[in-house]
């Protein structure tokens, strides 16, 4: 073989494929696309028999017939004919606690008659469940190398590493037979494909004959399969249906002689008990919600303690630093800027790691699974199917992935629909919005000793975009003319026990990912905003500072009559009380001045006449342009202006919760802090989703049609919700 080997991970989905590729690149790993198409490539380093080796990471697939985009990414790798990516040998997994339903793809690998390992993964739940595999009896069966492997323990990873190191040695792999003839299939049209093209094998005609319309052949050659096929009345379905049954009849004889299983007929699975449970048609739905809403109350009561220590850091970081510093321009940009941006975001990282680690708990323990199989009747009746639910609960942690995951829903119809409503989930960067709202104008009332009043407020935000997002799906199938035959075909993962290290490291990683991520954006705008909203057009900030002058003097001046004044003429000293001003309020008025008419006052109060109606004022709707760059971004814009305008040393919240408007009423009244929760729950307030809905949708028409529809869908519900509430 050539030097740099390529090699193809490929398997059945959820069999372990992913914690063997970790396990065999570590580190040295490189996700993109595969050309042409919106799946993703992992690759990764490694060496094997001294030689620098690349493993790529195909999409998970069950069998030799593709239905969804990236079933097809990796059929045509496997088939040879990827123009960007050939292989010089296959790495098969195959999951030992489900060998029957692995076989019938790692038998169609093996008569393509390329080099191939087959590694069984989920050996531990092949013997809880009491399977028993003879693996040198199936090596002699299927003709190839078998190693056992539990890639999350490193076992037998220097076995497979040998077994992959003695096919790379070897010219042509010895003992690899055909797993059935298929050549009987279509003998007469084989034969005629192979007078063209005779260093393939059957089994790789057959597919020739059958997807040649899907494959970059030139015109000399689609022309002559298609003759053919004509010339030998070749039929696509009964050809398929056959060769299934043999495969099938040949694996069914493999399991009696190689695998021993557990009678059947004993007591049912752990599994299959809790699925009755779970499952239920009434009590299953009881308990889905009973979950969620434990999810959401947890978000609020585990992560006090420490959102209000975070909290205190800040506070007190922002009191030393004042009085340490020197009262120039950089103390200011330092203060008020960026620690004010960072701190309004820092604090709800506790909110986000329990999130996300509660997620991972439901994937972990096999629930996530049931939610889908639950929802699937309630999708259909919306224009979705059950693995629609998947991407949107994802939505929670973040709508980009989320929309991404959409690929593996077969149905274009139903992908498209699911990539235009899982924007509508809530997800963790609009948490920070709605907590300190909530904190604003709920009270913090507990009822029954356990129902938090801010924990269901905080669920029905979560709920109403879930509803929206299946009433938006409910009117948009009427206009997507895709017509497209939909299945729900769902595998549902043995439960099993959380593995609390990973959900650990799950939280540490997302944290670290969204303090990342959401600070590089935080400290580019906290900076922006700080310049915007501390200096402005020449004219009116000379007025500003002249006021602010005139006002200091007769603060002086008030000092110095104070002290001449005597008790023999009071009636001055009434008079100097009554015009008389004190430092503090000096000041504030010169920063709310100052801020006014500043570049960001003056684009915020172009903007207020447009969201007045919804109860905004000309900050907020500063903060609802700049958080469409990311939606937690809202709150570090509102720590930077009040910050500005307000130089103590009060928390975020009760510089909120002071607020008021120039009539004296508060700015977050309850209406105006229900009305912006909901323009956030409705709104599309994120152009990385927009961009990654032009990616896999290939068009900017429906990240347009979805900006404007959710855009206003949030607007009209905010005008209610205000006027309502007001």
């Known amino acids: 073989m050539k030097a740099g080997i390529h090699i193809a991970l490929v398997g059945n989905p959820n069999s372990g494929k992913s914690s063997l590729f ?136 220097i076995e497979l590493k040998n077994a992959l190191t003695n096919i790379i ?25 192979k007078k063209l093209y005779p260093t393939h094998s059957d089994y790789a005609a057959l597919h020739y004959l059958m997807h040649h319309e899907a494959f970059p052949l030139d015109h000399e050659m689609q022309t002559q399969i298609e003759q053919i096929e004509i010339d030998n009345d070749f039929n696509h379905t009964k050809t398929q249906a056959q060769e299934i049954l043999e495969r099938y ?71 030393y630093l004042n009085s340490i510093l ?15 941006g960072i701190g309004g975001i820092v604090v709800f990282v506790p909110q986000i790691m ?4 509660l997620i991972t708990l439901l994937e972990d323990t096999g629930y996530m ?40 829903i077969e149905n274009k119809k139903e992908r498209l629909l699911t990539i235009m409503v899982t924007p509508f989930m809530s997800c ?21 000793g356990f129902l938090s009043l801010q924990g269901l407020v905080m669920m029905g935000l979560y709920l109403m975009g879930i509803v929206m997002a299946l009433l938006a799906s409910m009117v948009l199938k009427w206009f997507i003319n895709i017509k497209e035959k939909s299945y729900f075909i769902l595998e549902l993962p043995v439960y099993r026990s959380p593995r609390w290290k990973n959900m650990g490291t799950t939280m540490i990683q997302k944290a670290g990912i969204f303090v990342r991520d959401a600070g590089k954006v935080i400290i580019v705008i906290s900076l922006l905003l700080w310049f915007l909203s501390s200096y402005g057009p020449t004219e009116p900030m000379q007025k500003v500072e002249a006021h602010y002058e005139q006002q200091k003097l007769l603060l002086t001046n008030n ?3 104070d002290k001449l004044n005597t008790s023999s003429n009071s009636n001055a000293v009434l008079v100097n009380k009554e015009n008389k001003l004190t430092t503090k309020q000096i000041e504030k008025e010169y920063n709310t001045q100052k801020l006014e008419n500043s570049y960001a006052g003056i684009l915020g109060k172009k903007l207020e006449p447009m969201i007045s109606p919804l109860g905004f004022d000309w900050k907020i709707g500063i903060a609802l342009v700049t958080s469409f760059a990311a939606r937690e971004v809202f709150v570090g814009t509102m720590a930077t202006l009040y910050s500005v305008e307000e130089s103590d040393n009060s928390s975020l919240r009760e510089k909120l919760k002071a607020a008021v408007r120039p009539d004296g009423t508060p700015v977050y009244s309850l209406a105006t802090a229900l009305s912006l929760m909901v323009f956030y729950v409705l709104a599309m307030q994120c152009m990385s989703t927009l961009a990654v809905v032009k990616r896999e949708t290939r068009s900017w028409k429906w990240p347009t049609i979805q900006f404007f529809m959710m855009t206003g869908l949030a607007y009209f519900m905010s005008w209610i919700v205000y006027v309502v509430v007001k």
């Open 22 to 157: 970790n396990a065999l690149t570590g580190m040295h790993q490189k996700v993109g696309n595969f050309p042409g198409v919106t799946v993703d490539k992992k690759t990764g380093q490694l060496e094997l028999a001294g030689l620098p080796t690349t493993l790529i990471d195909l999409p998970g697939t069950y069998s030799f017939y593709p239905k969804r985009e990236d079933e097809w990414v990796a059929y045509k790798v496997l088939m040879g004919v990827d123009v960007d990516l050939k292989t010089d040998l296959i790495l098969l997994i195959a999951d030992a606690s489900n060998l029957k339903r692995n076989l019938l793809f790692c038998s169609q690998i093996i008569d393509l008659k390329i080099p191939v390992v087959l590694a069984l993964t989920m050996n531990d739940l092949a013997a809880q469940k009491g399977i028993k595999i003879d693996i040198a009896g199936l090596q002699e069966d299927l003709g190839i190398p078998v190693v056992a492997i539990d890639a999350r323990k490193n076992k037998g990873l």
């Open 169 to 193: 040695q070897t010219v042509r792999p010895k003992n690899q037979k055909s797993f059935i003839d298929n050549k009987k299939l279509a003998p007469a049209a084989i034969e005629s494909f």
């Open 249 to 319: 009849s040949h694996i069914q004889e493999i399991m009696k002689s190689r695998v021993t299983e557990p009678d059947p007929s004993a007591k049912k699975k752990r599994s299959e008990k809790l699925d009755n449970i779970f499952l239920h048609r009434i009590g299953g739905y009881a308990i889905l919600f009973s979950v969620l809403f434990i999810l959401f109350q947890s978000v609020f009561w585990m992560a006090k303690f420490p959102m209000d220590g975070i909290e205190w850091i800040f506070t007190n970081l922002t009191t």
């Open 326 to 340: 020197p009262n120039v321009w950089w103390e200011d940009l330092l203060v008020n800027g960026l620690v004010a």
């Open 354 to 357: 329990i999130l996300f680690g």
């Open 369 to 408: 699974a049931r939610i889908s199989f639950l929802s699937d009747k309630l999708m259909r009746k919306v224009g979705l199917n059950g693995k629609s639910v998947m991407p949107m609960i994802s939505g929670f942690a973040c709508a980009v992935p989320a929309i991404m995951s959409a690929r593996n």
């Open 428 to 448: 963790s960067a609009r948490l920070p919005v709605y907590t300190i709202l909530i904190s604003l104008v709920i009270d913090q009332k507990i009822y029954f």
């Open 559 to 561: 000092a110095v009559l």
